[in-house]
């Protein structure tokens, strides 16, 4: 078996998982079972939610210990369940070593998702919010507008090489500012304060706090710490945003 080539593989899934939303104690999972196929003495995988840390060793071969950095973190699904899907395929033997990683390279090229795709459900998703959290239909609308004034916005930041605090934190003033707006200024809406929550749902570090409480269920304290630290400041820079903004308007 080429040990390099496992070990090289096993990380890429990880890495796959681990950028796009995957808890970490499901990667560490993932690579260990890949490695494991090695029948090797030692296979060991270690995964935080910045890096990967993985080894193989036998008596006939030189200890091989990689680490992967994980330096941007998105939600996609899909690149998820791919790569769950030809780990399993390869650790039952329906894959060999050369097809897996060819098939796990296409899904690591796989274009994400449009910068389209990505403000217009923005929009649509506080727009939804509004309905769900009893607005009228104005009230769908103007917060459907904030949402799309904050993807916009969130694109345009993104592009630049903005931090997600930034980010966060223009896009909280954002969805304050649109909805005093169109209620105050324009009389478009009923409900402001139902508006701004709305208009926030979509930054709301949901994904986050779920993988953190899973981690930390699953014995990963310090991936569970991490994780809840990182919510705890999305939601503190998106409040700053608003506080920052509503402090000035009113």
């Known amino acids: 078996m080429n040990y390099k080539l496992l070990l090289n593989f096993a990380l890429l899934t990880g ?12 990667v560490e999972d993932t690579i260990s079972r890949i490695l ?41 699904l899909n690149r998820i369940a791919l790569a769950n899907d030809i780990s399993r395929e390869f650790c039952v033997n329906e894959l060999s070593l050369e097809a897996a990683m060819y098939q796990i390279q296409q899904v690591k090229n ?15 998703a506080a727009g939804f919010f509004a309905l769900v959290f009893g607005g009228t239909i104005s009230d769908m609308g103007v917060a459907l507008i904030a949402g799309l004034v904050f993807g916009i916005s969130q694109h345009l930041l993104n592009l630049i090489g903005a931090s997600k605090f930034l980010i966060d934190i223009i896009g ?15 009389g478009l809406g009923n409900h402001f304060d139902l508006v701004v929550i709305s208009s926030i749902m979509p930054m709301v570090p949901g994904v986050a706090i779920t993988n953190a409480i899973r981690d930390t269920l699953n014995g990963e304290l310090l991936s569970g710490v991490a994780r809840a630290t990182d919510a705890f400041i999305i939601a503190a820079s998106i409040a700053t945003g608003i506080g920052i903004m509503l402090s000035t308007l009113f």
């Open 15 to 26: 890495e796959i998982m681990l950028e796009n939303g995957a808890e970490t104690f499901r």
């Open 36 to 76: 494991k196929t090695s029948k090797c003495q030692t296979a060991e995988a270690f995964v935080t939610p910045t890096g990967i840390f993985a080894s193989l060793d036998h008596p006939d071969m030189d200890l091989m210990t990689v680490v992967r950095r994980i330096k941007k973190r998105q939600i996609n």
């Open 110 to 124: 796989e274009p994400g998702y449009s910068s389209l795709i990505h403000i217009c459900s923005t929009g649509l």
């Open 172 to 186: 909280g003033m954002l969805c304050a500012l649109i909805p005093f707006l169109f209620i105050y200024k324009i």
